[in-house]
């Protein structure tokens, strides 16, 4: 039965489908010419299956087409492959891809083609003039018939293709989900279907992304999650009864020295003047020796990120400029660049001049970052605080820049309020995009955006709840004294996180992204009104026609979205990326599903975390004592009081910190060593990834070794001096050992066969007897430099044979990041009929942020059926003009003739890589090998600290200021964004090159393609 009334069809009317080639005709006679061996020929009717049925308010349909020897092998990864009908007819259209008759191609050699499974639905009951894109465009006339159980069959079908693409998708992580995320909710809530849950990766299932950290760092993943919240059920309209907000409740005792509860307060609460027995007095002569005066004037609930000096600062913000204010770009450059650092400065108007740069080091003797969060996508509460060696000419360069700022914008006020007691400058427009605090407090100056971190710097000098005055600060600057001379400090508080985890910011930060959730189901919902032929353009009228949920739009808070220059704006909070900071957004009262959501956040909370500890990291750079032309960069992190946590359970299976380790193994490019316990004694299991050359293919559009993945490895494993442990699971020998001390073993469940050698005490396991000799010869335990229980050690890669691996693998990370954009694109087309000249403007829009291709090349339009990949002649929209909602639609394939389709693809790779990953050029270079020269690193566990040292040696990169430093796009204060380093992983979602002068940031990678 039906689903839903509104796709109920006539039971009492039954006809056959309309096939082009019947299927049990057309399955015996492959099986017969299968059997006889001899290679079926496909005639041209036999080449497509059309069957479509009659419904309300949708028909639906299936569209099979045997492909040719020689097309794509993957066609669900290839844009060019698309069913599409000539007045815009088809809806939702989404493919299954299957190999045809397996059990022939495999047990009897035969070469058959793949086919191709088009699942659509449809407008209206005249024949559909259908074009399958294969890529080669096959026009086949369909009158649609009334049969209501193969309409509900083939519904199904389309369900599960549909919700198999979501799925795909969302495991994606360069690729942006966010009509996927639309489309599949709406249809899972208009079909009363659950909606699909895409599995974890590895990664979340041991707690890393995990929804209480998606939540806590406001991700893509969180937001995500509230879009389909949004969309999947009926709002709660009944849900009026407002409930007094909370009071933050921490799991565990507060940190010793830490305030139990800071921040958080709106901006028009009274200010917290008291201090407690831990403050210390103002004046910096009355700190300790190892804790920085700058640090006195942090909020105790803030982060810190320290440059020392202003020549460190300027080195960070050049750097960072060189990659695009990402460090994830040093690994993969993304294809979304949403600039969030320069919007950062941009709001708060501070940048520096030639003379700046020039002056600073002797103007501005201490410099640092601080916030009360790090939501930089949306709008978060940061700041700049200097301390002055020159009042006067430090006053005079940060007025004469925010005055500057200020002359740019016509709608912009300066006005003088009063924050804590003094007057502070105020600067800001109605979009939010210009928010400048400044204030003055003796050799300190503050440049913010919000108003509540003027107030709690404002306190700070009365000796109230202050960074430097914690125990916890004081104990980190034991451990990683001033002395160092440090390029970068880095402080985290445990307040700074239990701030993020109070109920105001989670309700708060849960309404701004239910507020852009909001727009983006609006726009994307008039968009499918269009595509459906509704004549529905307000709430009321998408909710009517099932494109939004019953109750969405309604809100408790006295804000509302408004239309200002074809946007949205939200009422209260202002422009998506430029919304008022959260801890400025008062929050009093809160409604019953919004205390559900916190209560069930706060116990993923209490059950994942426990208590937070507080973390610092600490940077030096300096050059390489031992190779010109290198930069050897130092780390340190520490994390306190980890046993609290639920993560110490990782730790505690370590052993003692030993002092001994595995001597170097040469030809090793990759090696790991782990301290473990719990056998009487620690015992050393060790490995590595000896320097190997495998030769690469493209199968499917992946990167694969040519041969099996057991075969191309070459690697090891051992252990030292007990090897119960792992022979428990690496299996022990089948029988004596030979002259070599070597012997087979079963293997990892008797999947495979191993190599396995004793030498002394050593144990090692491998694939390949080869390696165990080599390897065995020069085992030897040695003194490191200090006790660890963890170290690793990457070689420099450059000159080794495992280099074209990396870079193979690179180069199918890059182009398929690349291939993101353009495949979100043309989504927009497909899926929603948005015109192909259009699709870039809007679906820029819809990421908050600008398209950019990883490999240097353009995005562009081209007709996918000429190899020569011109771009097509189409006009394209203004810079930042996207389509007008209600204008007449051109159809979304843009002309030509039947068949004709334009996509957008970059024009960085070859043409034949353009739509689907087939070669990979010999010649291309990830950004990682043009910098990266080795590293070594270590963890140790010391009493209630986990330790982790790093040194990282890489080439010198020459950074330095743009070609005009007073220009606004170029001026500013960097701030870091590590989102793609951890999709590095292929974990959550979205953002080659080569080191080149630090005013054009990552170019191209050498020979991109």
Same mark, same amino acid.
Request: proline share 8%.
């Given at each position: 039965?039906?689903? $839903? ?6 039971? *009492? ?156 998708? @969302? ?8 009509? !996927? ?11 009363? +279907? ?43 309209? $009944? ?63 803030? @982060? ?5 000096? @202003? ?64 939501? #930089? ?7 700049? #605080? ?90 980190? &600057? ?6 160092? *001379? ?9 307040? @700074?996180?239990? $701030? ?10 849960? +309404? ?41 739009? /309604? ?9 200002? !220059? ?17 801890? *400025?957004?008062?929050? =009093?009262?809160?409604?019953?599903? !919004? ?108 990167? /694969? ?85 963890? &170290? ?22 890059? +182009? ?68 007008? =909602? ?25 043409? =034949? ?97």
């Amino acid at each position: 039965m039906y689903r $839903n009334p509104r796709f109920k069809a006539a039971h *009492d009317v039954m006809a056959s489908s309309l096939r082009v080639a019947g299927r049990p005709h057309f399955a015996a006679m492959l099986l017969l010419l299968g059997v006889a061996g001899i290679a079926p020929t496909l005639s041209a009717k036999a080449a497509v299956q059309v069957e479509a049925y009659r419904g309300e308010p949708f028909g639906i349909g299936q569209v099979t087409v045997d492909l040719q020897p020689g097309s794509s092998s993957v066609p669900a990864k290839d844009d060019r492959f698309a069913i599409t009908e000539s007045h815009d007819r088809v809806l939702y259209p989404v493919m299954k891809n299957s190999s045809v008759r397996r059990i022939l191609r495999s047990f009897l050699g035969i070469e058959t083609p793949s086919r191709a499974t088009f699942f659509f639905m449809f407008r209206g009951d005249e024949p559909l003039e259908l074009v399958a894109h294969t890529p080669t465009p096959r026009q086949v006339t369909v009158h649609p018939e009334d049969n209501a159980k193969e309409f509900n069959k083939l519904l199904d079908n389309w369900w599960e293709a549909t919700a198999d693409r979501y799925s795909q998708v @969302f495991r994606q992580a360069e690729y942006p989900v966010v009509v !996927e995320n639309y489309l599949t909710a709406t249809w899972a809530r208009r079909l009363n +279907r659950p909606m699909p849950e895409p599995k974890r990766y590895l990664f979340q299932r041991f707690g890393v992304g995990a929804p209480w950290m998606s939540q806590l760092m406001a991700n893509e993943a969180y937001q995500t999650q509230v879009e389909r919240d949004l969309l999947v059920g009926p709002q709660d309209s $009944n849900d009026t009864g407002m409930l007094p907000l909370p009071k933050p409740q921490h799991s565990g005792e507060p940190a010793s020295g830490e305030p139990a509860s800071v921040g958080g307060p709106p901006a028009n609460a009274a200010p917290n003047t008291s201090s407690n027995s831990n403050d210390l007095p103002t004046p910096p002569s009355a700190l300790p020796t190892n804790v920085e005066p700058l640090a006195a004037r942090v909020p105790a609930e803030c @982060f810190y990120m320290r440059f020392g000096n @202003f020549t460190n600062y300027l080195w960070f913000r050049d750097f960072m400029r060189h990659w695009k204010g990402d460090l994830g770009n040093m690994l993969v450059v993304e294809s979304v660049d949403r600039n969030v650092s320069e919007r950062f400065q941009q709001q708060i108007a501070v940048g520096e001049t030639k003379l700046a740069r020039v002056m600073g080091p002797t103007v501005v003797k201490d410099v640092a970052i601080l916030g009360l969060d790090i939501y #930089l996508r949306d709008g978060a509460a940061m700041g700049i #605080l200097f301390q002055a060696n020159n009042n006067m000419l430090l006053g005079r360069n940060l007025g004469g820049q925010r005055q500057d700022a200020k002359s740019k914008r016509p709608d912009a006020v300066e006005e003088t309020v009063k924050i804590a007691g003094h007057d502070v400058s105020y600067i800001h427009t109605p979009d939010g995009c210009l928010r400048s605090y400044y204030i003055v407090d003796g050799d300190f100056h503050l440049v913010a955006n919000s108003r509540r971190l003027v107030e709690r710097f404002l306190q700070t000098g009365a000796g109230d709840h202050s960074l430097a005055a914690t125990s916890d600060f004081q104990e980190c &600057r034991n451990a990683v004294p001033l002395t160092r *001379d440090d390029t970068i400090f880095v402080f985290a508080p445990a307040a @700074f996180l239990q $701030n993020l985890a109070s109920p105001h910011y989670r309700v708060e930060l849960d +309404r701004r992204q239910r507020s852009i959730g909001e727009m983006h189901a609006i726009k994307l919902a008039r968009l499918a009104a269009a595509a459906e032929g509704q004549p529905a353009n307000s709430i009321d009228d998408l909710i009517t026609a099932e494109l939004l949920p019953p109750g969405f739009g /309604q809100r408790f808070d006295g804000s509302k979205l408004e239309v200002v !220059e074809n946007r949205y704006r939200d009422s209260l909070r202002g422009d998506p990326g430029w919304m008022t900071p959260i801890p *400025d957004m008062p929050v =009093e009262r809160i409604t019953p599903a !919004e205390a559900r959501r916190l209560a069930r956040f706060e116990q993923d909370l209490h059950a994942s975390v426990g208590s937070f500890a507080p973390v610092c990291a600490a940077l030096k750079r300096m050059e390489s004592p031992t190779q010109k032309g290198w930069d050897c960069i130092t780390a340190d992190m520490r994390v306190a009081r980890y046993s609290q946590m639920p993560i110490a359970k990782w730790p505690a299976m370590l052993g003692e910190a030993q002092t001994k380790q595995v001597a170097p193994i040469n030809s090793d490019a990759i090696s790991l060593e782990i301290v473990l316990g719990g056998l009487g004694e620690p015992f050393h299991v060790f490995g590595g990834i000896r320097d190997f050359r495998t030769p690469l293919v493209v199968r499917q559009g992946d990167v /694969q070794p040519a041969g099996s993945l057991v075969d191309s490895i070459r690697a090891y494993v051992g252990a030292w001096p007990k090897p119960d442990f792992i022979t428990r699971y690496l299996g022990r020998p089948n029988g004596p050992l030979d002259a070599d001390g070597m012997a087979r073993t079963s293997g990892i469940g008797g999947l495979f066969d191993l190599w396995f050698r004793r030498a002394d005490d050593f144990f090692l396991f491998s694939f390949k007897r080869d390696v165990l000799l080599e390897v065995g010869q020069q085992l030897s335990m040695a003194e490191a430099e200090h006790p660890a229980q963890i &170290r690793l050690h990457i070689d420099d890669l450059t000159n080794k044979q495992i280099a074209t691996t990396v870079n193979g693998f690179g180069y199918k990370r890059a +182009r398929d990041t690349s291939a993101s954009a353009a495949r979100f694109m043309n989504s927009l087309t497909t899926q929603l009929h948005v015109p192909p000249k259009d699709a870039r403007a809007l679906g820029e829009e819809l990421v908050g942020g600008k398209f950019k291709c990883p490999l240097g090349g353009q995005y562009v339009l081209v007709d996918p059926t000429k190899s020569d990949g011109e771009p097509a002649e189409l006009p394209f929209p203004a810079a930042g003009e996207g389509p007008r =909602e209600g204008r007449t639609r051109e159809p979304a394939s843009a002309g030509g003739g039947p068949g004709a389709r334009q996509l957008w693809t970059s024009t960085a790779p070859p043409t =034949e890589n353009r739509f689907l990953l087939t070669i990979i050029p010999a010649d291309y270079q990830m950004p990682f090998m043009t910098w990266f020269r080795g590293l070594a690193a270590d963890v140790a566990r010391r009493n209630d600290e986990l330790w982790l040292n790093a040194q990282l040696d890489m080439t010198h990169i020459e950074v330095g200021p743009p070609e005009d430093p007073g220009a606004p796009a170029a001026s500013g204060f960097q701030l870091p964004n590590f989102g793609s380093l951890l999709n590095g992983f292929g974990g959550n979602k979205d953002e080659a090159v080569k080191p080149t002068s630090g005013n054009n940031g990552p170019a191209a990678p050498k020979n991109a393609r």
